[in-house]
C-alpha cells in the first residue's frame, strides 16, 4: 500500500499549488536580475500576489473536487479518499487543502501589506527579496501541512525556517534587525536539532519514518522501548514549541517580531505559527492517538497531557509577560504566545467520541486569529510610519487623527480579548465549548482567567487611542490604500465571522471528516 | 399570493435605515431630519397595510421564515420574523401611531435643538417595536423587549437637562428591570423544560394548546406563566410595577402617545397574547393575571379622579386601560384584549396628542391653570372629546364596544371582577369629563401668559384622523358582528355578548359623564364636597396611594444600605483580594520580563529548563 511510486505527470496536477509557488519563485528571482535598478519592486510584489492567488486557486479547485456536492455518499466518499503521493510521504486532503487556504491567503494578505509598508522602509535594501521570499516560505508551510511523513515534515519546516531567517534580517540597515535575524537562526537552529532529535528516536524505535506506519508499529515499540518513545515524543514537542513560541519556548518571540520588518512579524505570527500547529496536529493524530488503544495508554495520554501544559503555560505566561510591555510589536509577540495556548487546546484534548470537531474549532480560531493579528499588525504599520516610532503611546488619541483606522483596531482588539461581536469571541467560545465538553474544567478556568488578565493591556491600547487626545504630536496619520485594503479586508471578516460564525464552522465540518483527512494510513 | 407577506421582514428596516441615515448626517439637517423619520415610517405603515390585505384573505396561513444563527452542540438559535393575523394587525397598529406621530412631531418640536436625535431615537424605536412584533421566538422578542426598553428610557430622558426628566428615565428603566428579570427567568424555564429546547413561538403553541400532555407539569406551567407575567407587569405598567409609567410622562408628549400609550405598554398585552396557550393551560395563572389586571384598572382609575396634571391624568387612565386589557386576558377573552388594545391605541394617543396640542399652546400642564380653551382651540377641543367619550365607554365610539366586549366575557366568567370593571368604567367616565369640563368649558382661572391659538396643522391633522379611527375602529367586532375575534383566533373562540353588559356599561358611563358634569360643568355640586366629607380619601388618590413613599421607605432605603454593607465588603475584602492580585500579576510580569532579557543562551537554557521541567511534571505525575 505505501510502497514508494515515481511521480506521473498526473501526480504533479496534485502537487500544483507547489509547484506554481516554487516555479513563480525561480522566474522572480531572474526577473529582479533583469530589472533595471530604476524600476520599481513593487512590480515583483504585485507578480508575487498573483502566483499566491493562482496557487491559491488550485488548492480551492481541488478541495471542490474532492468534495464533490450533490454526489451520492458513496462517490463522495470515494472523492474525498484522500490522495498519497510517493509511497504515502505527501498527503493531499482536506486538512491539508484547509489549511493550505489558510496559510495562502494569509501571505497574500502580508505581501499587500508589504507593498503598502515595506516599499517606504529605507532600512530594507533589497525590496523583491521581501516579496519572493515569501513563496517559498508559503510553500513550506503546505508541505509541513501536507507531509505524511517525518522527512518531508522536516524539510517543509527546513523551507520555512531558513526563507524566513533570511527575512527577519531583511532590514539591513537596522541593527535591531540584525540581532533579530541572528536570534532567529540560533533559536530555530535549538529548535531543528530538538526536533531532529526525537524523530531519530522515533525512526529508532519504530524502524519507519512514515506516519502511516505508526499506528501499527508505536504500540509494540512501546512495550519494548518505553523510556525512549517518551524521549522521541518530548522532544518533537519541545522543538515545535519553539516554533510555535508556546510557553516556556516563547522568549525568541518578542525579539524577533521587533526587529523583523511587521509583515514579516506578522507572517512569523500567522503562517510559521499556523504550519508548526498543523505539523503538531498531524503527527499527533497519526501517532500518540494511536497509543492510546492499547498497552500505550499511559504514554499516549501523557504526550496530549504535556500539550496541555504546555498550553496553560503559553497562556498564562503570554498574558502575564504582556502586563508590562510598552512596544506595539512585542506585546503582539506575546498576545501571540497567549493565542498558541489556545490553539493547542482543541488538539491537546484529543478526539473523544463525545468530542469530535476538534479540528473545526482549531481551524475556526486560526482563522479569526489571522485576521485579527494580520490587521492588528497592519494598523502598526501605519502608527509607526505616523510616529516614527513603535511605542504604545503612538496608538494616543488616534481616533482624533483617524477615527476610521482606530475604529478597525478596536474591532481587531475586541477580537483579541475575544469580546464579541467579533471572530475572536466565537473561536475562543468554541475552543471553550470544546475543552468543556471533555470535563477539562481546570483548562477552561486558565483560558478564563488569562483571558481577563489580557483585557488590561488590550483595554489600555483602546485607551490611548480614544481617551488620550494628543496635544503634542501632531503627525498626520497617512493610511496607503494597499494597507487600508488589509485592514478593513481583516476587520470586515472579523465583524463578518462575529455575526455569523456558523456558515464557516458548518462548512469546515462538512468538508472535514476526521476518518479520511486526519488519521494517516 | 402572499408576496408581501414573505418580505415582511423589511418593515423594521425602513425605520432602520431612516436612523442610521438620521445618525450619520447630524444635527443641522433639521428639515430633511423630520422628512428622512416620516418616511421611514410611511414606508413601513405601506408595507404593513399590503400584509394586512393579504392577512384579510381567509385561506391565509400563518407564514415564518428565518436562518440559523448559532449551532452549539446539537441546539440551534434561529433567527426569524413570523406573520400572524395577530401579528399584521399589531404591524398596523405601531406603524400608523409612528407615522402620525412622526407628522406630529414636526410641529411640536419645531423649536427644539435636537429634533434630528428625536427623530432617529423614534425611528429606533419604531424599528425594535416592529421586530419584537414580527419575532417568531422568545429570545428574539426579548432581545426586541429589552431594546424598545432602552429606546424609552432614552426618550423618557429626552431632555436630560431636566432633573425630573432624568430621574424619570432612571426610575422607568430600572422598575421595568426588575419585570425584565422575571421574563428572562421564564424563558430559561421554558427553553429548559421545552421538548428540543425550542423557543419558537409556533412550538409553544404546540406543545401548550393540547392540554396537559405530559410534556411539561402543572406546577412548571404554571410558574413559567407568572415569571412571564412579571414581565408583563412591568412593561405594561401594572400593579406594582406601575410607578414608572406616570413618571414618564417627563418625556416629550409625542413620546408619551406613541411609546407610553399606544404601543410599547402594549407590548405586556401582546406578549400575553403571544403566549396565551402556557396562559391558558395553567387555572391558576389565568386568576392571577385576571385579578391583577382588575385591581389594576380600578386602582389606577381611582387615582386618576384625584391627579391634576394632564399628561398624569392619561397616564394613569392608560394604566387602568392597560389593566382592563390584561383582565381580558385573564379571563380567557384574547380578542377582548387585543381589541382593547386596538381601540385604545388610536384613542389614547389621540388624547396624548391632543393634550400636547393645549400644553404647546399654554405651556403648562396644570389643568386648573387652563379652562375656557374650547373656543380658542376648536379641532383640539373637539378631537379631544371624541377620545375622551371613546375612552369612556359612550356608544358608538370605538372604546365602547372594545370595553363592552370585555365587561361583557366578565359577566360571563367572573361577576365579581365584572363589578369591579364597571365601577372602573365610572371612574373613568368622571375623570375624563372631569378632565374635559376643566380644561376645555368654563373661564380660565389663571391668566395665560399669551393668547392662545390653535396649533399648526401638521399638529392637527394627526389629530383629525386618529379621531375618525376612534369613532370607526369599533365595528371591527360588535356584539352582532365577530369578525375581528373570528379572524384573530380562528373561530375558536366563544363570542360573548349580552344585554345586560351593553345597558350597564352604558348608564355607568352616562352617569359618570353627567357626575362630572354637575361637578365640573355645571358646578351645581361642589368640586370640593366629596373631598371634604372624606379628606383622607381625597389625599390618599391625589398622593398615588403613597406608593412611592412606600417603595422608598421599604425597599429603596433598604436596598441601599444593603448596597452600602456590600459596599464595603467591596472595597474591604474583594478590593482587596483584587489589589493582592494584581500586585502578584504584576510582579510576575515583571519577573518575566526580566528573566527574559534578550540574551539568546539564556533563552536556550530556559527551553531545556523548561522541557525538564516538563518531563518532570508527566513522568513524576506517575509516581506520586
Not at chain 1, 488550485?58 to 484522500?82: C, T
Not at chain 1, 494580520?374 to 488616534?398: C, D, P, Y
Not at chain 1, 482567567?449 to 481617551?467: A, D, E, L
Request: glycine share 10%; hydrophobic share 55%; with cysteine.
Amino acid at each position: 500500500m505505501n510502497e514508494f511510486m515515481p511521480l506521473t505527470w498526473n501526480d504533479t496536477l496534485y502537487l500544483a499549488p507547489e509547484l506554481i509557488l516554487a516555479a513563480m519563485f525561480l522566474i522572480l528571482i531572474v526577473t529582479d536580475l533583469i530589472l533595471p535598478l530604476r524600476t520599481n519592486r513593487a512590480l515583483i510584489g504585485w507578480l508575487s500576489l498573483g502566483g499566491l492567488l493562482l496557487s491559491l486557486g488550485f488548492v480551492v479547485w481541488r478541495m471542490i473536487d474532492m468534495n464533490p456536492s450533490g454526489a451520492s455518499a458513496e462517490e463522495a466518499a470515494k472523492a474525498g479518499q484522500a490522495i498519497s503521493l510517493l509511497g504515502a510521504s505527501y498527503r493531499v486532503d482536506d486538512f491539508g487543502n484547509l489549511l493550505k487556504i489558510i496559510f495562502l491567503i494569509g501571505t497574500s494578505l502580508i505581501v499587500l501589506l508589504g507593498l503598502g509598508s515595506t516599499q517606504k522602509d529605507d532600512a530594507v535594501a533589497d525590496k523583491a527579496e521581501f516579496y519572493y521570499l515569501l513563496l517559498p516560505a508559503a510553500a513550506g508551510a503546505m508541505i509541513m501541512a501536507s507531509s505524511g511523513n517525518l522527512v518531508t515534515l522536516y524539510i517543509g519546516l527546513e523551507l520555512l525556517s531558513i526563507t524566513t531567517y533570511v527575512l527577519v534580517g531583511l532590514r539591513k540597515r537596522s541593527s535591531l534587525s540584525a540581532e533579530a535575524a541572528f536570534k532567529y537562526v540560533v533559536t530555530g537552529g535549538i529548535a531543528s536539532a530538538f526536533v531532529l532529535f526525537g524523530m531519530s528516536y522515533l525512526y529508532g524505535v519504530t524502524g519507519s519514518v512514515s506516519l502511516a506506519d505508526f499506528p501499527a508499529a508505536l504500540p509494540q515499540a512501546f512495550t519494548d522501548y518505553k523510556a525512549l518513545v517518551y524521549v522521541g515524543f518530548f522532544f518533537l514537542i519541545a522543538g515545535f514549541g519553539i516554533k510555535i513560541a508556546a510557553a516556556p519556548f516563547h522568549a525568541w518571540a518578542p525579539d524577533v517580531y521587533q526587529g523583523a520588518p511587521t509583515p514579516i512579524s506578522a507572517f512569523l505570527a500567522v503562517i510559521a505559527k499556523g504550519a508548526a500547529l498543523a505539523a503538531v496536529f498531524r503527527f499527533l493524530y497519526s501517532s500518540a492517538f494511536f497509543l492510546s488503544g492499547g498497552p500505550g495508554k499511559q504514554a499516549g495520554d501523557d504526550v496530549f497531557f504535556a500539550l496541555l501544559v504546555i498550553a496553560a503555560a503559553a497562556m498564562l505566561v503570554g498574558t502575564i509577560s504582556a502586563l508590562r510591555q510598552k512596544q506595539a510589536k512585542r506585546l503582539l509577540a506575546l498576545s501571540g504566545v497567549a493565542n498558541a495556548g489556545y490553539l493547542l487546546v482543541p488538539i491537546a484534548i484529543s478526539v473523544t467520541i463525545i468530542h469530535s470537531n476538534n479540528f473545526s474549532e482549531f481551524a475556526y480560531y486560526l482563522v479569526a486569529y489571522l485576521l485579527m493579528n494580520v490587521g492588528a499588525f497592519a494598523v502598526v504599520t501605519v502608527i509607526a510610519r505616523a510616529a516614527g516610532h513603535e511605542e504604545l503611546k503612538g496608538f494616543s488619541g488616534l481616533y482624533y487623527r483617524a477615527p476610521w483606522t482606530a475604529a478597525a483596531m478596536l474591532i481587531f482588539i475586541l477580537s483579541l480579548s475575544g469580546l464579541p461581536v467579533t471572530a475572536g469571541f466565537f473561536g475562543k467560545l468554541f475552543i471553550l465549548l470544546g475543552a468543556a465538553s471533555v470535563k477539562a474544567y481546570w483548562l477552561v478556568a486558565i483560558m478564563a482567567v488569562s483571558t481577563v488578565i489580557s483585557y488590561y493591556f488590550y483595554f489600555g491600547i483602546i485607551r490611548q487611542m480614544f481617551m488620550r487626545s494628543n496635544s503634542d504630536e501632531e503627525d498626520e496619520v497617512r493610511v496607503p490604500a494597499v494597507t487600508g485594503v488589509v485592514i478593513w479586508i481583516c476587520a470586515a471578516a472579523t465583524v463578518a465571522l462575529g455575526v455569523l460564525p456558523g456558515p464557516l464552522m458548518k462548512g469546515i465540518d462538512t468538508v472535514f471528516s476526521i476518518q479520511a483527512d486526519l488519521f494517516v494510513r | 399570493m402572499d408576496q408581501f407577506t414573505q418580505t415582511a421582514w423589511l418593515i423594521p428596516l425602513f425605520p432602520f435605515a431612516a436612523f442610521l441615515l438620521l445618525t450619520a448626517l447630524g444635527r443641522s439637517y433639521r428639515r430633511a431630519g423630520v422628512m428622512i423619520g416620516s418616511v421611514g415610517a410611511l414606508a413601513a405603515l405601506v408595507m404593513s397595510l399590503l400584509v394586512f390585505f393579504e392577512r384579510l384573505d381567509p385561506d391565509a396561513v400563518d407564514y415564518s421564515e428565518g436562518f440559523n444563527w448559532i449551532t452549539l452542540g446539537d441546539y440551534t438559535l434561529k433567527i426569524g420574523f413570523e406573520v400572524t393575523n395577530l401579528n399584521s394587525l399589531m404591524l398596523i397598529i405601531v406603524t400608523l401611531v409612528s407615522f402620525l406621530v412622526n407628522v406630529y412631531s414636526a410641529g411640536y418640536m419645531k423649536k427644539d435643538e435636537r429634533i434630528t436625535v428625536f427623530y432617529g431615537y423614534v425611528a429606533l424605536f419604531t424599528f425594535a417595536m416592529l421586530g419584537l412584533v414580527l419575532s417568531d421566538n422568545m429570545l428574539v422578542f426579548y432581545i426586541f423587549w429589552e431594546l424598545v426598553g432602552v429606546c424609552s428610557f432614552l426618550l423618557v430622558g429626552f431632555w436630560y437637562a431636566k432633573p425630573a426628566a432624568r430621574a424619570a428615565a432612571k426610575k422607568a428603566f430600572i422598575v421595568t428591570r426588575i419585570g425584565d428579570a422575571g421574563l428572562l427567568l421564564g424563558i430559561i424555564v421554558l427553553f429548559w423544560y421545552m421538548p428540543g429546547h425550542a423557543l419558537d413561538f409556533s412550538s409553544i403553541h404546540n406543545v401548550f394548546s393540547e392540554g396537559q400532555s405530559g410534556a411539561i407539569t402543572m406546577s412548571i406551567t404554571t410558574s413559567i406563566a407568572l415569571l412571564l407575567f412579571m414581565g408583563v407587569i412591568g412593561k405594561s405598567g401594572q400593579f406594582p410595577l406601575h410607578v414608572w409609567l406616570p413618571d414618564a410622562m417627563e418625556g416629550p408628549t409625542p413620546i408619551s402617545a406613541l411609546i407610553h400609550a399606544a404601543t410599547m405598554v402594549a407590548a405586556g398585552v401582546f406578549l400575553l397574547a403571544r403566549t396565551f396557550d402556557i396562559f391558558e393551560a395553567s387555572a391558576a395563572a389565568m386568576h392571577t393575571v385576571a385579578y391583577f389586571g382588575g385591581f389594576t384598572a380600578i386602582f389606577a382609575a381611582m387615582v386618576a379622579l384625584a391627579q391634576n396634571d394632564i399628561k398624569r391624568i392619561l397616564a394613569y387612565s392608560t394604566i387602568s386601560q392597560l389593566g382592563y386589557m390584561v383582565m381580558a386576558m385573564g379571563l380567557g377573552s384574547m380578542t377582548g384584549g387585543i381589541f382593547h388594545l386596538f381601540t385604545h391605541a388610536f384613542f389614547k394617543a389621540l388624547l396624548f396628542l391632543a393634550a400636547g396640542s393645549v400644553i404647546h399652546a399654554v405651556h403648562t400642564q396644570n389643568i386648573h391653570e387652563m379652562g375656557g380653551l374650547g373656543s380658542k382651540m376648536r379641532i383640539t377641543a373637539w378631537t379631544f372629546g371624541i377620545g375622551a367619550l371613546s375612552l369612556s365607554g359612550i356608544p358608538p365610539f370605538s372604546g365602547f364596544w372594545s370595553k363592552d366586549a370585555i365587561l361583557a366575557s366578565a359577566l360571563d366568567e367572573n361577576p365579581f371582577l365584572f363589578v369591579v370593571g364597571l365601577a372602573a368604567a365610572f371612574c373613568t367616565a368622571l375623570y375624563m369629563s372631569r378632565l374635559f369640563f376643566i380644561v376645555f368649558m368654563g373661564k380660565s382661572s389663571v391668566r395665560q401668559p399669551r393668547e392662545v391659538r390653535e396649533s399648526s396643522k401638521s399638529m392637527t391633522i394627526p389629530l383629525l384622523v386618529l379621531a375618525v379611527l376612534s369613532v370607526g375602529a369599533g365595528f371591527v367586532e360588535t356584539p352582532w358582528n365577530g369578525w375581528l375575534g373570528s379572524w384573530l383566533t380562528g373561530g375558536g373562540e366563544e363570542v360573548h355578548a349580552s344585554a345586560a353588559a351593553i345597558i350597564a356599561s352604558i348608564a355607568v358611563g352616562v352617569l359618570g359623564i353627567y357626575v362630572g358634569w354637575l361637578m365640573y360643568g355645571k358646578g351645581s355640586i361642589e368640586r370640593g364636597a366629596a373631598a371634604a366629607k372624606a379628606p383622607w380619601l381625597a389625599n390618599l388618590l391625589e398622593r398615588q396611594y403613597y406608593i412611592n413613599e412606600f417603595y422608598d421607605l421599604v425597599i429603596v432605603r433598604s436596598v441601599r444600605g444593603i448596597g452600602k454593607s456590600l459596599a464595603a465588603f467591596d472595597e474591604y475584602v474583594i478590593g482587596g483580594a483584587v489589589r493582592f492580585f494584581g500586585f502578584a500579576t504584576v510582579t510576575g510580569g515583571r519577573m518575566l520580563t526580566r528573566m527574559n532579557n534578550g540574551q539568546t543562551q539564556v533563552f536556550g537554557l530556559t527551553a531545556v529548563i523548561g522541557l525538564l521541567v516538563i518531563i518532570a511534571v508527566i513522568v513524576g505525575r506517575r509516581f506520586w
